[in-house]
């Protein structure tokens, strides 16, 4: 119970909320989409199980993702990844990427396509989750995601329509979440054990581990997304809007 007193912890949860909720938006659509053939005394069950095991699911594919980045590099390439992710917020999208959610009428039917509609949507989230844990988390990492995601798995099904309200009227809170995405990218970069853990690959230069390190390159990070992102847009110009 000694994590929850700590500032740390409670900073990382809120870095994993707000990741899910802006990278998660798209699940309540997907839920509302698998459910909508079913009897209106069955959608509640299918809403529940099905996210339940998204839930189950995401947790022990965060698991393994917390694993992976203990090998050399993957760590920086989580964080390209993580970049990209952050500037693609950045960027309007106008495709509707819901068309092939098949509705079903039957309960196991809905439940199993949320389940494999979220495992496909969530690859994204999974990164951004397990490295937002893993630079705050310390040695309460799972506990950390399990309780973020318990959290903001709620906002996102029951509060998917205020959330989206408050994007369309306040878009300054997508770029502060992309810019997120890109402060994490700096903090797992500059922690890949490649660069930072002198017995991994010793031949390499190693960084100094430092908090100036990590908070410069975080820094460094959201600047990057915003960058990229501005930029991307400005060389699309008006056209993007139209397409």
């Excluded at 964080?79 to 960027?91: E, F, S």
């Excluded at 988390?137 to 329509?161: A, K, N, R, Y």
Aim: hydrophobic residues 60%.
């Amino acid at each position: 119970m000694e994590m929850l007193l700590t500032p740390t912890f409670w900073i990382a949860v809120g870095q994993i909320i707000m990741i899910d909720i802006l990278l998660g938006g798209d699940n309540a659509v997907v839920i509302a989409l698998a459910c909508r053939k079913l009897p209106p005394g069955l959608r509640t069950k299918g809403i529940m199980w099905g996210t339940a095991g998204a839930i189950v699911l995401r947790v022990i594919l965060i698991f393994f993702a917390l694993q992976l980045l203990a090998i050399p590099f993957l760590k920086l390439v989580g964080a390209i990844l993580l970049v990209w992710i952050g500037v693609k917020l950045l960027i309007p999208e106008h495709e509707d990427g819901h068309a092939n959610i098949e509705g079903s009428d039957r309960l196991w039917g809905a439940i199993k396509t949320i389940i494999v509609a979220d495992l496909v949507m969530s690859v994204d989230n999974v990164i951004a989750i397990a490295g937002a844990a893993e630079t705050a988390g310390g040695d309460h990492t799972m506990p950390l995601v399990i309780f973020g995601l318990l959290v903001s798995i709620p906002i996102i099904v029951w509060g998917s329509q205020l959330v989206i309200k408050l994007m369309d009227r306040w878009p300054v809170i997508i770029t502060l979440g992309a810019m997120l995405l890109g402060w994490i990218a700096g903090t797992m970069a500059v922690t890949d054990p490649a660069l930072i853990n002198p017995t991994t690959l010793p031949q390499i230069p190693k960084l100094n581990d430092s908090a100036v390190l990590k908070y410069g390159a975080g820094i460094a990070g959201a600047l990057l997304v915003l960058a990229l992102g501005k930029w991307i847009v400005a060389r699309r110009g008006p056209s993007s809007a139209a397409t």
